[in-house]
């Protein structure tokens, strides 16, 4: 049962690495990557740029 044994651990090096990308979100390190839609603030009045963080799905607008 060589295979399963492979499959498994492969499974868990990439619970291990998503893991690892979660914790550098959680310490505030996010990867961000600007989104290619902008949104209109209304509250300020004008065109923002909008951010994704590209592990967890975060978003930030940029120049507030
Ligand atoms: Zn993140």
């Known amino acids: 049962m060589s295979d399963v044994r492979s499959l ?3 499974r868990k090096a990439k619970q291990k690495a998503k893991a690892a990308g ?10 961000w990557q600007a989104a290619k839609d902008t949104v209109f603030d209304s509250k300020q009045g004008k065109l923002v740029t909008r951010e994704v963080c590209a592990r967890c799905g975060k978003t930030r607008v ?3």
């Open 8 to 10: 498994d651990a492969f």
């Open 22 to 31: 979660n914790t550098l979100c959680k310490s505030g390190r996010h990867k």
């Open 62 to 64: 940029k120049g507030t």
